[in-house]
Nanobody
């Protein structure tokens, strides 16, 4: 079973930046489209970035131009660079395939607050 481990979250002021990392126990990044998801308190989990096997990416309007997804297949790592963070970006962030096929990891908390 593939294990997914997210890291890199923290407390940041509005307008700040963070880079999240996703490590996978198997070589899944080159096999599947991958996504970053987030879940804010009281809300459903939502998809915030996709990277496909051909390296094309898609973002919802809420993060477009501020978030960038990338991956390093050789290292089994995936990243989410988040710039110009807003309070509404506060959530627990997760990685998984897109659509999600594997068990969710514990996620990494991102809190945007002054």
């Amino acid at each position: 079973q593939v294990q997914l481990v997210e890291s890199g979250g923290g407390l940041v002021q509005p307008g700040g930046s963070l880079r999240l990392s996703c490590a996978a126990s198997g070589s899944i990044f080159k096999m599947y489209a991958m996504g970053w998801y987030r879940q804010a308190p009281g809300k459903q989990r939502e998809l915030v970035a996709i990277i496909r096997s051909d390296s094309t990416t898609t973002y919802p309007n809420s993060v477009k131009g501020r978030f960038t997804i990338s991956r390093d297949n050789a290292k089994n790592l995936m990243y989410l660079q988040m710039n110009s963070l807003k309070s509404e970006d506060t959530a627990v962030y997760y990685c998984n395939t897109q659509p999600s096929l594997f068990n969710w990891g514990q996620g990494t908390q991102v809190t945007v607050s002054s």
